[in-house]
């Protein structure tokens, strides 16, 4: 076991475990929305998670930055504020926000990530670039809605492990968008309905059709 102090409060965590998890298992919060619990393969690109570490020169990403003995870290500090706020306001710059009509409404990360951060959902700082891409309602399960995506990669991992691995991320930069092999439609490309994509999908870009 190791002992790390997370805003002074001490935490005791198994060693090789990230800050992430031991700050989330002793109800420390700290955002985020790509991190995967368990993976050796971490995206770390939401860019929410970010931390100090007393005697480093610059934050790290909490979810794949793993504890040591008698690590200090510190989760809202203004360097770290400063980051997660980019983070979120760029997430937000590309997302069609209309919580009232949206799957996940009420049991969204990013309406949680807003109640416990401060950090308005409305508020955008950015300039707003709306994803015009046609809802996929191809699947009779599943509702897959692009323009809500937060780009975390849990459905390509979750589809690997459990399903077809039909998943993956396509293009680049702005443009970038998950997809399935050769861009089908959701029922034509191989998807065996396990809905692991849609189980950690964590805002309401994958969702079951019932909810709609
Ligand atoms: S994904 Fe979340 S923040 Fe976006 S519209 Fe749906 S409920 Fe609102
Ligand atoms: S569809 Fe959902 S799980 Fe997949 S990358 Fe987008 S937000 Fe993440
Ligand atoms: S959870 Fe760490 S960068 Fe996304």
Redesign the pocket.
Known sequence: MITLFIDNKEVKTKAGNTILWAALDNNLYIPNLCAIRDSEKQNSSCRLCFVEIKGNSSPVPACSTQVHQNMQVLLNTPEVARIRATGFHLIMSN?????NN?I??KS?E??EISKKTGLK?TNRKLHHIAIDIPVDDSHPNIYFDRS?CVLCGKCIAACNQSGSGILDFAYRGIKTMITTFKSKPLVESGCMSCMACVSVCP???LGRKKHR
Do not use: M, Y
């Not at 997302?95 to 919580?99: D, E, Q, W």
């Open positions: 997302h069609r926000l209309n919580c949206c996940k409404n969204c990013l309406q959902l809500k805002v309401g870009a």
